[in-house]
Nanobody, 121 residues
Framework: QVRLVESGGGSVQAAGSLTLSCTAS????????MAWYRQYPTKEREPVAV????????FYADSVKGRFTISQDSAKTTVYLQMNSLKTEDTAMYYC??????????????WGPGTQVTVSS
């Protein structure tokens, strides 16, 4: 069973930066595709940044392009989300997701408990 643990959330002022991390344990087959999603209150979870194949192809939501960067460690069991130029609308609960590569249609089977990001003006 894959277990995901996120860290790095918190409060920051607008225009600031945060880096989220997520580490997967319980998987020993050569790495995972991983992603970050976020959820606003009363809204569905939405993808923010995704690594969806073994070659490292990425997807970014339009709202974060140029500001956020997703990356993985060499073992492909830890994923990072570097968030720069944060805006108040980035305030949300952020979730890490993972599954065997490739992942299509956002069909991730493993999810972390989430970490809150709050951006104040």
């Amino acid at each position: 069973q894959v277990r995901l643990v996120e860290s790095g959330g918190g409060s920051v002022q607008a225009a600031g930066s945060l880096t989220l991390s997520c580490t997967a344990s319980g998987y020993a087959y050569g790495g995972l595709c991983m992603a970050w999603y976020r959820q606003y209150p009363t809204k569905e979870r939405e993808p923010v940044a995704v690594i969806y194949d073994r070659g490292g192809k990425t997807f970014y939501a339009d709202s974060v392009k140029g500001r956020f960067t997703i990356s993985q460690d060499s073992a492909k069991t830890t994923v990072y989300l570097q968030m720069n130029s944060l805006k108040t609308e980035d305030t949300a609960m952020y979730y890490c997701a993972a599954d065997e590569c490739p992942v299509t249609g956002g069909d991730f089977g493993y999810w972390g408990p989430g970490t809150q990001v709050t951006v104040s003006s």
